[in-house]
Structure formats: structure tokens, C-alpha cells
């Protein structure tokens, strides 16, 4: 067994740390400034990027947008367009690096607005009822790309004309499936792409539609943006990706690359039909001569390994670039030379930055601790955001081999703040493979003294515990309140190899039990600062199924469980989720009617009468991925028995809690479950 201190990525701070230091808490986390989108002007001059912060009072999050001189060392990040009560967000450079155009949500319905690098008055450059999801400006800035939910086969951008029944109810009628995905049901209108001409003086007329008779969304929903669409380089062909509806949506992950011409003359072509399962991320060289993009090979399967794949655009041939290399592609880019292409593959617990050469598909590891969350090219390296387990997002440049931190966005509001020691450790797990975890000791833990346990399980399953931020489940937070968090990447996680996550399908209440069983006693053992037997566990979505399974299973070990949107009875959820493909897949690829066996194998109902550890039950009404049935049912199921148990419900989350009181209101009500049940008393 070994471990390795994760150094993750430093804040910078003040180099003399405040004599008195605190811990991290949660209202810290929920009002730290969150960057994303990052764009780089075509000469290296200007990033500009989105910016969140957050207005506790109206209970949202709120959008600047901002710019730093990549010419100046040391300089300052400035605001560039930040108007109270709007939206500014998607910036995007001109082909002269003069304008930014970004998309605000000023008056209402989202529209194109564009702004001097250099400063000025923005300039509202479309006016489009019924507003848009997101735009991508051509090369050649003469065309203008928009993405909208419009009723398929909408001649136009302009919003259809409801005659509306007076005597109508307010019943919705469907015939097939979905009938709600997500958090939304459907209201019959899909995510459709058009084309507007577009000049100094902004976009004209209503646009054209370019997806044809196809029936699905573009991007796809509910997570697709505009790494779904490209441009092609000279600005006649629009990419992109789409799963074809029919009546098989809800149990297709084939999503597959079309190629649509840009003034809709003709049906988009299928580039990928021959290939069953999922084809996304088409981008486009910038000499316009190949179009990279990841494949999955097995249908059904959302999980299954992405390999790089390479088309030429004159000739048609495909290659798979990354099909020797046992990782997964997360993001593509290519070099502004086309000479390389630049994406981002878990590695045990990190998320770098790798080159790939597409002339021979050699793959080179270019940045080592820390999650990678967005990489632009430059000429001779990468900008690219990055976090980890102890600090959020910030901006970095690559250059060579040599690494520059270029803003520290944060610094202020977590300065005199003490944030914990993260430990990486290994054992033998499951089918005598070596399972990965991490151990987070909390700052302000004396030495020789022991701390509880929040034994942190993961969902997915096809996820990780990395060393990455996160605003939901944040290790950093409960070291904080004063708990050593123990999390282990368990068979199914990604990171390890495809073989590794595809061991958890069939096996939900196996391989990744005797993980965790083991994971826990490896790193009680190893770190003396763990109180071994003071332990709670948690978990959500999968995470949180295993919380059900555990009450089971290992009904002895925890004095409590949070389980949060967790799988408790896998016959119900077999029927109430919307996206069957998952569900079907994990036990064996056949519905609950066709093989009920596979899926009863693994279900905590049938195992109530075990039942004894006091559980924290939390659902949210909008879940439609593991409906708050659910939830409700494990609440029952801990009364009936007498089990202490408390149930938070919330009317306005989806799978996720989002909103900034909410997220307060989830860790006050989990942090304090735990302080009922665990002993800090310091030992």
C-alpha cells in the first residue's frame, strides 16, 4: 500500500498566513466567484471570460463578463461588460480579436451583443422573440449560428402561434417517450439550429433552419452547449450533434455527427451512421482540413470509452486515433497550426491536459495534479481553468512544459482561511485489483488528535472521487465543520481503465461494497487521525443507492447515512426514469419485464427488514432521473421500522440542489445529522 500527498493546485495568497486561520465553511464556498467560458483573442492579447457571483438575497447566480492582458506579467483582471441584474456570459472573439461578442439576457429575451476588447458601450446586435440558447459566430464573422427551442420543423426563428381553446383543461396528452427529461416535461419543442446573416450592424431576418426533417435536440439536453456545433473553417458547413427521436429516444445513447450545409440548401448528411453508439464534440481543424471527434462503441452504454477519431474532410476516411490508449476523451481542441489536438482524460483521480499528434495518435501527458475544466489553444501552448479538492477554478498558461498561474480570483475571500491536507492511498480490493481513495484531514485537527469519519460515496457510478472543486459535495466543507472525509473510487469508477468502469454493470451491490468495506479499513489503518469507529456515510444518485444497499448490507458499521437521491427500490425506478438506456444497461441491457431477476439481484427493498442505521433522507421534486418517490418510499420504509430518520424535501431542485439558500440549507441539514450521531469530542 502507498500513498501520495496531493499537492493540488496552491492559492495565491498572502505569503505570511493570518496569525488566527479558520476553517472553510460552507457560506464561504457559496460566495466564492466561479470563471468559466474563457476565450483568447486570435493574437494571444486579450482572455476574456464569464464569471459568476453570487446574490444570496435573490437566491441565483448572477454573470459578468471579464478580461486580462496576457501581454502584461502580473497584470490584473478587469471588468469588462457587468451590468447589475443582467447576464453576460458565452463571450467569443472576432477573427481581428477587436469585438467580443457575448450573449445577455438585457430585457428579457437572450440576444447577441458585442463590446471593444478594449472597453466601451455594448452594442445589442439581434433581436429575436422568443430569445435563444447560445450562439457560434463563422470564421469569417459573416454568419451568425443560434440554437433554439422551436417546434420541429420550424420554418424560422419566429415563435409559432398558439390558438388557445378556451374550454381547453390543462391536461397534456403524449404518445411516446420522453414525456419529461431531467427536470422538465416536455412541451413538444425541441432544440433546433439556425442561420442569420450577420454584420457590424448585427444579424437580419428570422434565420434559417438547417436541421431538415430531423427530429431531436441540437445540442443535446439536457447538458449540451455549444462544444455539440462547430463551424466549418471556411464558414459553408455547420457540424453537429444529435440522437434522431423516433420511439426509441429514451433507450438511445446514439447520438451521431451530421454535416449540414450553412444556408440550408440541402438535408444534413449523417457522417457517423454506421457506428451504434455515441458520436459527439465535432471540431473542426483551423485549416479546415479534418474534423476530430469521439466515438463510443457500444450502444446504450453512456459510459463506455470515447476515442478520438479523425475524419478527413476532402476524402471521408475516418481514423481512431486514441483507440490503443485505455482512457477516455473529455474535451477536444485543436492547436491553432492543426498540428495537435489538445483534450482532456481522467488518470487516477486527476483530469490533465494530454497532446494527441493526429498524424500517428502518440498521446502525451502535459499536465500532472488538478482537474482541467476548459483549455483554449494558443500559438505554442494552452490557456486552461483548472481546480482542485482544495481551491476553485482559476486561469493557468501553458507553454511547453512550463505552467504560469495567471489569475487568482478568489484570493481575498479565502484569505486567513486554513483549508485541509488531502492524501491519496491504494489497496487490494475487488477481484484482487488495486483500488484507489483519498483521505482529507481536516486543518484545523491538533496533532495526535482523531477525527470522525464522513465516509463519502460517489454517483455516477461511471464517476470519480477526483481532486477536483465542487460546490455540491465538497470535501473541503466537512473538513472544515471538523470531519476527516474518507472517499474511495470504487469498480465502475472512471480514471483506471474502461475494463475497471465497466466491472460495476450486474455487480451494483458487489465489486463496489467490498471496495468500500475494504477502502475504509485501509485508510483507517493507514491514517492514525481517522476515528475508526466514528463514522457516518453518504451518497447521492448512485452514491446514494449504496447508502440504501449498506443499510442492508452493513447494517453495523455507520452511527448514521445521509442518502440523497438514491435508488431504493430498482423494480419502481425501472419504470419512473426517464433515460431507460442507463438503467436497462447497469443490469444487463433488458427491460425489468424481460429479465426481473438481474434487476431484484441488487435491490435494497428486499433487504428493509435489515434495516437499522439512523438515515438522513434527501429528495427533490424535480428529480426526474430518480424520482423523489423514491426517496419517500426509503423514508417510509425507516419509519416503519422505527429507524430514526428525517426527510428533507425540495420543491424547486432537480437531482442536483443548486440555488444558493438551498445549498445552504442541504449542509446545515447534513452537517448536523452528522454532529447528532458522531462523537467530536477531541481524542
Not at 489 to 502: I, K, M, V, W
Not at 520 to 525: E, H, I, Q, S
Amino acid at each position: 500500500m502507498k500513498h501520495i500527498l496531493l499537492a493540488g493546485v496552491a492559492l495565491a495568497v498572502a505569503t505570511t498566513a493570518p496569525a488566527l486561520a479558520r476553517d472553510l465553511t460552507i457560506q464561504d464556498v457559496a460566495t466564492l466567484s466561479r470563471v468559466g467560458a474563457p476565450a483568447v483573442s486570435p493574437d494571444g492579447h486579450w482572455l476574456v471570460w464569464q464569471q459568476r457571483e453570487t446574490d444570496l438575497a435573490a437566491n441565483r447566480g448572477r454573470y459578468d463578463l471579464w478580461r486580462l492582458d496576457l501581454t502584461v506579467k502580473g497584470a490584473k483582471p478587469e471588468k469588462l461588460v457587468a451590468e447589475a441584474d443582467v447576464n453576460e456570459t458565452s463571450p467569443q472573439f472576432s477573427a481581428d480579436g477587436k469585438t467580443v461578442w457575448f450573449q445577455s439576457d438585457k430585457g428579457g429575451d437572450d440576444a447577441v451583443w458585442g463590446v471593444a476588447v478594449t472597453g466601451g458601450a455594448p452594442t445589442q446586435l439581434t433581436h429575436i422573440p422568443g430569445g435563444f440558447s447560445g450562439f457560434k459566430v463563422s470564421p469569417d464573422g459573416s454568419k451568425l449560428l443560434v440554437w433554439a427551442d422551436r417546434k420541429p420543423g420550424a420554418p424560422s426563428l419566429e415563435p409559432a402561434m398558439v390558438k388557445k381553446d378556451p374550454n381547453a383543461g390543462s391536461g397534456r396528452t403524449y404518445d411516446q417517450l420522453f414525456v419529461r427529461h431531467w427536470d422538465t416535461w416536455s412541451n413538444g419543442e425541441r432544440s433546433q439550429l439556425f442561420v442569420l446573416p450577420f454584420g457590424a450592424s448585427g444579424a437580419t431576418g428570422n434565420g434559417t433552419p438547417i436541421v431538415g426533417s430531423l427530429i431531436g435536440d441540437t445540442p443535446s439536453k439536457p447538458f449540451g452547449g455549444g462544444e455539440e456545433v462547430t463551424w466549418s473553417a471556411d464558414g459553408k458547413t455547420v457540424y453537429f450533434a444529435l440522437r434522431e427521436a423516433g420511439r426509441i429516444e429514451s433507450k438511445s445513447t446514439n447520438l451521431d455527427i451530421f454535416a449540414a450545409p450553412a444556408d440550408g440548401s440541402s438535408a444534413p448528411v449523417n457522417l457517423t451512421k454506421a457506428n451504434e453508439g455515441m458520436d459527439n464534440l465535432p471540431t473542426v481543424s483551423p485549416d479546415g482540413k479534418w474534423l476530430a471527434y469521439f466515438s463510443m462503441a457500444r450502444a446504450t452504454y453512456e459510459a463506455d470509452r470515447q476515442v478520438l477519431q479523425l475524419r478527413n474532410l476532402a476524402t471521408g476516411e475516418v481514423k481512431a486515433l486514441t483507440q490503443a490508449w485505455d482512457r477516455s476523451v473529455g474535451s477536444i481542441a485543436w492547436a491553432p497550426d492543426s498540428k495537435t489536438i489538445y483534450v482532456t482524460a481522467e488518470d487516477t483521480q486527476e483530469n490533465p491536459i494530454w497532446s494527441v499528434d493526429p498524424a500517428r495518435g502518440k498521446v502525451t501527458r502535459l499536465t500532472q495534479l488538478g482537474n482541467v475544466s476548459a483549455i483554449v489553444p494558443v500559438k505554442g501552448g494552452v490557456v486552461y481553468a483548472m481546480n482542485s479538492l482544495t481551491a476553485p477554478d482559476d486561469f493557468y498558461a501553458l507553454k511547453g512544459k512550463a505552467s504560469t498561474r495567471l489569475t487568482s480570483v478568489n484570493a481575498e475571500k479565502l484569505a486567513g482561511i486554513d483549508l485541509p491536507k488531502v492524501e491519496r492511498f491504494s489497496f487490494t480490493g475487488a477481484n484482487n485489483d488495486t483500488v484507489w481513495g483519498y483521505s482529507v484531514r481536516p486543518a484545523s485537527l491538533a496533532e495526535g488528535k482523531k477525527a470522525p469519519i464522513a465516509f463519502i460515496v460517489h454517483g455516477g457510478p461511471q464517476g470519480s472521487s477526483n481532486n477536483s472543486w465542487s460546490y455540491r459535495w465538497n470535501p473541503a466543507v466537512f473538513a472544515g465543520a471538523g470531519y476527516a472525509v474518507v472517499a474511495v473510487d470504487f469498480h465502475g469508477s472512471t480514471g483506471y481503465g474502461q475494463a475497471f468502469t465497466d466491472a460495476i454493470r450486474n455487480n451494483w451491490g458487489g465489486w463496489p461494497l467490498e471496495d468500500l468495506q475494504k477502502g475504509l479499513k485501509a485508510a483507517t489503518d493507514k491514517f492514525a487521525y481517522l476515528d475508526a469507529d466514528n463514522a457516518c456515510a453518504l451518497g447521492a444518485s448512485y452514491g446514494g443507492y449504496m447508502m440504501n444497499w449498506i443499510e442492508g448490507q452493513w447494517p453495523d458499521r455507520f452511527k448514521c447515512i445521509v442518502q440523497h437521491d438514491g435508488v431504493f427500490d430498482a423494480r419502481a425506478m425501472a419504470y419512473e426514469t426517464e433515460e431507460l438506456w442507463f438503467d436497462e444497461w447497469e443490469h444487463g441491457g433488458k427491460a425489468y419485464f424481460e429479465d426481473p431477476a438481474a434487476f431484484e439481484k441488487w435491490n435494497p427493498v428486499n433487504h428493509v427488514d435489515k434495516w437499522k442505521t439512523p438515515q438522513l433522507v434527501i429528495t427533490s421534486e424535480k428529480d426526474f432521473r430518480i424520482p423523489y418517490t423514491q426517496g419517500l418510499a426509503a423514508f417510509t420504509a425507516l419509519q416503519r421500522r422505527e429507524v430514526p430518520s428525517e426527510l428533507l424535501v425540495f420543491p424547486d431542485e432537480n437531482h442536483w440542489v443548486l440555488k444558493p439558500k438551498n445549498s445552504l440549507q442541504w449542509y446545515r441539514t447534513v452537517l448536523g445529522w452528522l454532529d447528532k450521531y458522531t462523537d467530536k469530542t477531541a481524542k
